[in-house]
């Protein structure tokens, strides 16, 4: 079952029993034999034998999800970033055997000091889902029911105000005297198409028709590809930008639009509005309208009810209005 050898002036042990196989390198013969046994022992008693592979630890997960997963997603970048950092903890390189959950609740706890909680389960569940992968697909041993018992803390609500026209035309007048490129611009077609920023940033000169007033596009968060018409504003804000044929229409990364738009929010005051409350401004802007929910949903790309709703805000001070008027006439009628 174990085999060693010489190789680089080290003893290289192998291990293999089944489908099981581990190796490790040491500088004495009696170190590689001892290991040897020990894990020719582990490997009996756990009954390897045609049995799920145990990796060495949780790092060996996310270098192959990293490699075979991770590499094809749209947000790639974004997800390399976060698994270069979880590599570098001692916890996910702890043998799987001796990994506990008070380590992990201690990475959590760390965590939370410096970042959200929102941000803390977008990186744990980044994990949980390399585990599902590793046991679905690969057939590999996990610590996903640990993770799975690890409680988070509920998110921090964002209360989504509206945006009015005065902190619109500041946020504008703030993003034209921006040094990133086309801000302004990009602020302008949020607000008159309800994009999110990932799909503005993706958006080609190509998938543009300023002659039938749309734009395409192409894969959205949910995997379908939609269409939006253009307002005369967002026709007229396309039409005064440099056309690059075939090139994407903005020449910015998410990060600098995350930065440069922190800037412009500090310079205006606006500290709790968020770029993505862009976009539920526009969808409640439509609903003002008088928008049917499938119409809507239509442009917004939403594909139920209750996903919808979460966007629309209506103004108090128009319902009010409503209310008021509406409480006239019956009392004019009685």
Same mark, same amino acid.
């Given at each position: 079952m174990a085999s060693i050898r010489r190789r680089n002036g080290k003893y290289q042990v192998q291990i293999r029993v089944g489908s099981y196989? *581990?190796?490790?390198?040491?500088?004495?013969?009696?170190?590689?034999?001892?290991?040897?046994?020990?894990?020719?022992? !582990?490997?009996? +008693?756990?009954?390897?034998?045609g049995s799920k592979y145990e990796p060495r630890n949780l790092a060996e997960i996310l270098v192959r999800y990293k490699r075979d997963i991770t590499a094809y997603k749209r947000s790639c970048a974004t997800e390399r970033i976060v698994l270069k950092a979880l590599?570098?903890? &001692?916890?996910?390189?702890?043998?799987?055997?001796?990994?506990?959950?008070?380590?992990?609740?201690?990475?959590?706890?760390?965590?939370?000091?410096?970042?959200?909680?929102?941000?803390?389960?977008?990186?744990?569940?980044?994990?949980? =889902?390399?585990?599902?992968?590793?046991?679905?697909?690969?057939?590999?041993?996990s610590p996903l029911s640990m993770l +799975?018992?690890? +409680? %988070?803390?509920?998110?921090?609500?964002?209360?989504?105000? $509206? /945006?009015?026209?005065?902190?619109? =035309?500041?946020? /504008?007048?703030?993003?034209?005297?921006?040094?990133?490129?086309?801000?302004? =611009?990009?602020? /302008?077609?949020? !607000?008159?198409?309800?994009? $999110? *920023?990932?799909?503005?940033?993706?958006?080609?000169?190509? &998938?543009? &028709? !300023?002659?039938?007033?749309? %734009? %395409?596009?192409?894969?959205?968060?949910?995997?379908?590809?939609?269409?939006?018409?253009?307002?005369?504003?967002?026709? /007229?804000?396309l039409a005064s930008m440099e056309n690059e044929d075939g090139g994407p229409v903005f020449l910015l990364s998410a990060n600098a639009v995350r930065l440069a738009f922190e800037r412009i929010r500090r310079r205006t005051g606006l500290l709790n509005v968020r770029f993505h409350d862009l976009r539920h401004e526009a969808i409640s802007r439509w609903c003002e309208m008088g928008m049917t929910v499938p119409e809507v949903g239509r442009l917004s790309g939403h594909r139920n009810l209750s996903q919808l709703l979460r966007y629309a805000h209506s103004d108090h001070r128009r319902i009010t209005y409503i209310l008021n008027k509406n409480y006239d006439s019956d009392s004019l009628e009685r």
């Open positions: 196989s *581990r190796s490790q390198s040491f500088h004495k013969l009696n170190d590689a034999k001892s290991w040897a046994r020990k894990e020719e022992e !582990l490997a009996e +008693q756990r009954r390897y034998l590599l570098k903890e &001692d916890w996910v390189n702890t043998p799987l055997p001796q990994l506990n959950a008070a380590a992990i609740a201690e990475y959590r706890d760390r965590r939370l000091a410096s970042v959200k909680p929102a941000t803390l389960k977008r990186q744990l569940n980044i994990v949980k =889902h390399a585990c599902a992968t590793a046991e679905r697909e690969w057939d590999w041993l +799975q018992r690890i +409680q %988070l803390p509920k998110n921090a609500e964002h209360v989504v105000k $509206r /945006i009015t026209a005065d902190d619109e =035309h500041a946020l /504008i007048e703030a993003a034209e005297r921006c040094r990133t490129k086309n801000l302004c =611009h990009l602020i /302008i077609l949020a !607000l008159e198409t309800g994009m $999110r *920023r990932g799909e503005l940033l993706a958006l080609a000169w190509e &998938d543009i &028709d !300023l002659v039938r007033r749309e %734009l %395409l596009v192409r894969q959205s968060k949910n995997g379908k590809s939609r269409t939006i018409p253009l307002t005369t504003r967002a026709q /007229i804000t």
